[in-house]
Structure formats: structure tokens, C-alpha cells
């Protein structure tokens, strides 16, 4: 069987086609999300990127993860969009970005899945399905945790006059910190959630401060106790993490989970080595 696994972000969708003999062919292509995409724009996309791949040609199954994924309805945009580019007869499964955390942290075994991106997520997986989800309230109202509210909280702290000094003159030298410049950003262009993740990048490369330590761990104590503490299994499964944020910063996860005798499970920056997995064991089974 050849398939194709999609991990589909805001920003940019990665590829991977995987023949029979198990060789893979990466590919990518901008971010597919069905809220704001077409059943065209997507054939589009795609199919300028399989004018060059001829291997492509015969693709049996096609698992497409995404943010945005949510709905049936929506979700249709995706399959019908991949049945007009590999006929009528290939198989889509199509599934929100939390299913591909949920099936790359825990495979086939039950326990509670996070994503800490540029926004974050998180829910409780049986080993097949989702069975409990605290919905997130994205970036204005939640996303505690993630790049975005991280980065939030570091320009929030740049202008109430509690970053330190010596943080406030290298946050100057990376960015424009000019009032109007961040109001427009934020409140009149597009992507305001990807522009405030932004910070989080200076947040990395002074990931050593005490200053940025105490605000990452008040971010990531902010998710813990408003996501995970509220799951009735939160302290019977193991939690795992998806994403950049909780990657780069695991040692800082670890230690607030351990303060609250829960138990941390996986962390991986992207999900797609472990899709490729779940999904080679599912076709080994069949």
C-alpha cells in the first residue's frame, strides 16, 4: 500500500508519500486549514508540488492532520480536494491536529495528549479516540502555555516596566517595541496569534534568565492547572506534548509536573516520524 501522511499547521503543511518498500518522499506546501481554504486552492497547492514527485502517481491512502479539522462538513474540502489529485478510490482520512498528537504520543495506548505551538491543546485518548477534550478558547481568551501566550506575556512585560534591563535593551535590538507598530500587529493585520508567537523566540534565546524561566513556568502553570488538572485521569496517564514550545522547554514541563505528582509522558517537536509509525503498524496488522 503507498500512503501519505499530512501534518497540516498555520502556517505550513509537511508531507511524507511512503511506497510499499517503506521509502519516503518529503515533501511541503503552505498551511491547509478548511476554514480558510477552498476544494480548489488546495488541489492547486498540492498539485504543484506532485508535478514533480512522479512516484506520486498511485497513492492508495491519504491521512491528513490538521488545525481546522474539526467539522465533517469542512473536512470535506480537504478529501474532495485529494480524491480530485489521486481518483476517486483513495481512501482519506481526515483529522484535527489533536487526533495526530493524540496517535503520535500514545499510539495505540490511552493517555493525555498536548500540543504547546504557536497555540495549545489538549485532550484525553483511550489508545483509539478521543474521550475527553477541554475545548481550547484560542488566542485572545487561552492558549496558556503556548508561543503565543508566552510571547504575549513577554511584550505585556516589556511595557508594565517589569522586565529587567538588561532584557529590555536586547528585546530593542530585535524588534520595533514602538507602541503603534505592536497595536497594529496585534489589532489590524491578519495572523495576530503568529506576530505575538514571534516573542516567544527571544523568550529561547534567554531561555537561561531568571526572569524569562519564571515567566515560561507561569505560562506553562497557567495550561497545567486550567487543561490537565481538570481531567479526572490526570494523575492515573502519563502526559505527553507536541509542538516547539514544549520541546524546547521540557526540562521547565517536567519540573512543574512533577510539583504536582504528574507524570510526564512523551515530548516531541513534531509528529510526523510517529504518524509514520502508527500508521506502518496499522497496515502490518491488516
Given amino acids: ?40 486552492s488546495v488541489r492547486q497547492i498540492v498539485e504543484s508540488k506532485l508535478n514533480s514527485i512522479s512516484a506520486m502517481t498511485h497513492v492508495s491512502n491519504v491521512y491528513f492532520y490538521g488545525s481546522g479539522c474539526t467539522d465533517q462538513n469542512k ?12 481518483g476517486e478510490n483513495v481512501k ?44 481550547p478558547l484560542g488566542f485572545i481568551l487561552g492558549d496558556e502555555g503556548s508561543g503565543a501566550h508566552i510571547g504575549k506575556r513577554i511584550i505585556q512585560s516589556y ?19 514602538s507602541r503603534p507598530v505592536i497595536l497594529e500587529n496585534i489589532y489590524n493585520k491578519p495572523h495576530a496569534n503568529r506576530f505575538v508567537s514571534e516573542f516567544s523566540r527571544f523568550g529561547s534565546e534567554f531561555k537561561e534568565h531568571p526572569f524569562i524561566i519564571n515567566l ?53 517537536q513534531s509528529p510526523m516520524e510517529e504518524l509514520i509509525n502508527y500508521h506502518q503498524n496499522k497496515v502490518n496488522k491488516q
Fill in 216 to 268: 515560561i513556568k507561569i505560562s506553562f502553570t497557567e495550561f497545567i492547572d486550567r487543561q490537565i488538572i481538570n481531567y479526572n485521569q490526570c494523575h492515573d496517564l502519563e502526559i505527553s506534548f507536541v509542538g516547539s514550545i514544549a520541546f524546547f522547554y521540557k526540562h521547565l514541563l517536567e519540573e512543574i509536573l512533577t510539583s504536582k505528582a504528574l507524570k510526564l509522558g512523551k515530548v516531541i
Fill in 1 to 40: 500500500m503507498n500512503f501519505l501522511i499530512a501534518d497540516s499547521g498555520s502556517t505550513k503543511t509537511d508531507w511524507i508519500f511512503i511506497d510499499e518498500d517503506g521509502h519516503k518522499i518529503p515533501f511541503h506546501t503552505e498551511g491547509l486549514n478548511p476554514y480558510y481554504h477552498t476544494r480548489e
Fill in 159 to 177: 511595557y508594565y516596566r517589569e522586565m529587567p534591563q538588561d532584557l529590555k535593551r536586547e528585546l530593542e535590538k530585535r524588534y520595533n517595541m
Fill in 75 to 86: 473536512n470535506k474540502v480537504i478529501s474532495q480536494a485529494l480524491c480530485d489529485l489521486f
Fill in 92 to 135: 482519506t482520512e481526515i483529522n484535527s491536529d489533536l487526533v495526530g498528537a493524540a496517535r503520535a504520543c500514545c499510539g495505540e495506548n490511552e493517555g493525555i495528549a498536548c500540543i504547546l505551538g504557536t497555540g495549545s491543546n489538549s485532550c484525553v485518548y483511550d489508545g483509539e479516540k478521543i474521550i475527553d477534550h477541554i475545548p
